[in-house]
T-cell receptor, first 112, second 112 residues
Framework: NAGVTQTPKFQVLKTGQSMTLQCAQDMNHEYMSWYRQDPGMGLRLIHYSVGAGITDQGEVPNGYNVSRSTTEDFPLRLLSAAPSQTSVYFC???????????FGPGTRLLVL | GENVGLHLPTLSVQEGDNSIINCAYSNSASDYFIWYKQESGKGPQFIIDIRSNMDKRQGQRVTVLLNKTVKHLSLQIAATQPGDSAVYFCAEASGSARQLTFGSGTQLTVLP
């Protein structure tokens, strides 16, 4: 199993541009989440999904959209990038409620 | 808990000594706690977890202690090795979807 994969590894955007961060897992996990990590800080939850077709907001959802059309994929969309969205983004998945979360390697995003 | 800023608490230990990393959590309703290790440029890696019906759990070279009375969690690493150098995060979970709230992290440096 590849586990949790994320693409791209690094991205530079200009303010106002849009993009989609990809996340995929091959462990057949129901739960998937997106976090952002700012320098010297812990991870903050953006959005999460408890199964295909079901998503919900986390702690810092503004400026981000998600969808979950399949169990494997959970893309994160930035509709109009802002410098405040410069961060490292981590996707995670877990088999079920209360299970261990497995994290992807992250996407480093710089918004100019 | 809330992220506390840009400067991580740091802990330096000699190789071979034991390390103790502490964490105060914020939500008295949290019933599941996890320690993660994050090496530079990588995603968080699960170390050990504990549920609120326990006060101690041991793994390989690691022990987690939970004190619900004062909402305190600690991670003990025995015979610390250079490969243990990383940032360590505690996370607490509550709610039906088991969303994680991360602490701000502690930078552990192992001195030769």
């Amino acid at each position: 199993n590849a586990g949790v994969t994320q693409t791209p590894k690094f991205q530079v955007l200009k303010t106002g541009q849009s993009m989609t961060l990809q996340c995929a897992q091959d462990m057949n996990h129901e739960y998937m989440s997106w976090y952002r990590q700012d320098p010297g800080m812990g991870l903050r939850l953006i959005h999460y999904s408890v199964g295909a077709g079901i998503t919900d907001q986390g702690e810092v959802p503004n400026g981000y959209n998600v969808s979950r059309s399949t169990t494997e994929d959970f893309p994160l969309r930035l509709l109009s990038a802002a410098p405040s969205q410069t961060s490292v983004y981590f996707c995670a998945s877990t088999r079920d409620r209360g299970g261990t979360q497995y994290f992807g390697p992250g996407t480093r995003l710089l918004v100019l | 808990g809330e992220n506390v800023g840009l400067h991580l608490p740091t802990l330096s230990v000699q190789e071979g000594d034991n390390s103790i990393i502490n964490c105060a959590y914020s939500n008295s309703a949290s019933d599941y706690f996890i320690w993660y290790k994050q090496e530079s440029g990588k995603g968080p890696q699960f170390i050990i977890d504990i549920r609120s019906n326990m006060d101690k759990r041991q793994g390989q070279r690691v022990t987690v202690l939970l004190n619900k009375t004062v909402k305190h969690l600690s991670l003990q690493i025995a015979a610390t090795q250079p490969g243990d150098s990383a940032v360590y995060f505690c996370a607490e979970a509550s709610g039906s979807a088991r969303q994680l709230t991360f602490g701000s992290g502690t930078q552990l440096t192992v001195l030769p």
